[in-house]
């Protein structure tokens, strides 16, 4: 590979010859700045990005001089950046402790705007093919190039774009039972405190059935903990829609799940159907935490969830083909674990991690973070080649390190989840553990993977989904 040299005089003539191919960033334009669209090379990698001035797609050092042969777009803005971690608040500038509700990027959330690193960063213009450089700042720019590289530090990135819509996950949608929910005139009467499951002794977690009135357990979870799912059994055996978790019921609402709709509801009629069997939602009070609360501390505690189960382990760090890891982006675990499972599939392998310098060298139609197959190759790449999971230098030395590398597929996620009602948001789908399979099922369909692959994955038990998942909530 060339080495951008710094010859300012034959750098500027190279600029000034392909000053007509370089184009400012309009308001409607994505800048691919924080990684590269055929690897997960970034601006931290050690050789940096290479941001194209036509494009403005990002590309680590292999491949930018396969995009300027394809291309013969010559100018490219570099950004080496150099990260150091800085101390976390836990609280806001008022001093209160963050997150409070299960949002992210709205108040009282989960904060992904509060800054983890501080960055030092240099900025150059190479112009290809022979890496010439120019460092930045520099006065005597054509303005054009000026304008063009000042938009680009300036304007948000296409990822950063994508982080910034906020997700709240105490929005609510009113139940379509609610309005014509049937109530039966059965003469049942539910005291203000002191419930019991009918079929079983626990108190707590308990669900009353709004059509009948019956009290009943949440489900089990799969550790053995919770309820004894005595709500769904009678639900299943009844088919009653709707049922208030005791215990959240407040002057204000209350926790409502809708089993045929699958998710917690609001249900605008509460007080009405409360009073139906005496329940006078005014005098209520809170005893028991909401959903919204037991996800938030599910949340916060993943960390350290993980660190219990491995507490009497002594793990010891693998790297090298085939060992990198993917990093969980908030939402994506399922779809972490359902990617690594597929890229064992030797057809899988052969197709996109083999074929990848094919798929790579193809001109395209659409943009490279918008084509599946070439996304689907730059994943497999990234987990197969290696590149992304080398061994620290603490551990050649007997060191203790923290160090962990991995991939991040924010590219991947925001293409296959696009046209997604809950995988292309930041919605968790605990509930919904095989969705991203069968999904990414249909999307991998579209591009002709061999007959007998197909029928593999069709033919797996976990794509039996729509009627084996189990909702994370606990009713």
């Known amino acids: 590979m060339s080495k951008a040299t710094t010859d300012l005089p034959a750098a500027l003539l190279a600029l ?70 800085i101390a976390q608040s836990k609280h806001d500038i008022e001093g209160n402790q963050l997150p409070k509700r299960l949002a992210i990027g709205l108040e009282g959330g989960f904060d992904t705007r509060e800054p983890k690193f501080e960055y030092d960063e240099v900025w150059s213009i190479v112009v290809l093919p022979d890496f010439l450089s120019i460092p930045l700042p520099y006065e005597l720019l054509p303005t054009k190039i000026a304008t063009a590289v ?28 609610a309005y014509e929910l049937m109530q039966l005139e059965n003469g049942v009467r539910i005291a203000p405190a002191g419930w019991k499951c009918e079929n079983c002794d626990l108190t707590a977690n308990l669900w009353m059935n709004l059509t009948d009135g019956r009290v009943f357990c949440g489900r089990k979870n799969f550790d053995g903990s919770g309820g004894n799912n005595h709500a769904i059994d009678h639900y299943n055996a009844t088919k009653y829609p709707l049922a208030v978790k005791l215990g959240t019921i407040t002057p204000t609402g209350g926790d409502v799940y809708s ?27 809170k005893t028991e935490k909401n959903m919204a609360e037991m996800e938030v501390d ?9 660190l219990i189960q491995e507490s009497d382990s002594k793990l010891v760090p ?15 675990c399922y779809m972490n674990s359902v990617m690594q499972v597929l890229f064992i599939l030797p057809d899988f392998k052969n ?3 083999l074929g990848a310098e094919n798929i790579f060298s193809k001109k395209l139609s659409i943009r490279p973070p918008d084509d599946f197959t070439t996304q689907m190759a730059k994943l497999a790449v990234g987990l197969w080649s290696g590149s992304y999971s080398k061994s620290p230098p603490e551990l050649s030395k007997g060191l203790e390190t923290s160090s962990v590398e991995g991939i991040r597929p924010y590219m991947f996620k925001s293409l296959v989840g696009k046209d997604h009602p809950e995988f292309g948001t930041k919605r968790q789908v605990l509930p919904q553990l095989f969705k991203p399979f069968c999904y990414l099922r249909t999307r991998i369909a579209r591009i002709r993977i061999k007959y007998r692959v197909m029928r593999s994955i069709a033919m797996s038990p976990i794509c039996v989904c729509s009627k084996t998942r189990k909702n994370s909530s606990g009713i």
């Open 16 to 85: 000034e010859q392909n000053l007509p191919n370089v184009r400012v960033p309009g308001a409607h334009d994505k800048i691919y700045k924080d990684e590269c669209v055929y690897s997960f090379d970034s601006p931290e990698s050690e050789t940096g990005l290479y941001i194209c001035l036509n494009t403005f797609l990002g590309f680590g050092r292999q491949h930018v001089e396969k995009h300027y042969a394809k291309t013969e777009n010559a100018v490219y803005l570099h950004l080496k950046r150099t990260k150091k971690p």
């Open 259 to 285: 089993y045929p709709e699958d998710d917690m509801v609001l249900d605008p009629l509460l007080a009405d159907h409360l009073a139906h069997f005496g329940v006078n939602i005014q005098q209520m009070e």
């Open 150 to 177: 000042s938009a680009i530090q300036t304007f948000d990135s296409a990822r950063k774009l994508e982080e910034m819509t906020p997700w709240d996950g105490e929005q609510r949608l009113a139940s379509r039972y």
């Open 318 to 332: 693998l790297y090298g083909p085939g060992f990198t890891g993917m990093i969980n982006l908030g939402n994506s």
């Open 351 to 353: 197709k996109y991690f």
């Open 298 to 306: 599910l949340n916060q505690k993943y960390d350290e969830w993980s």
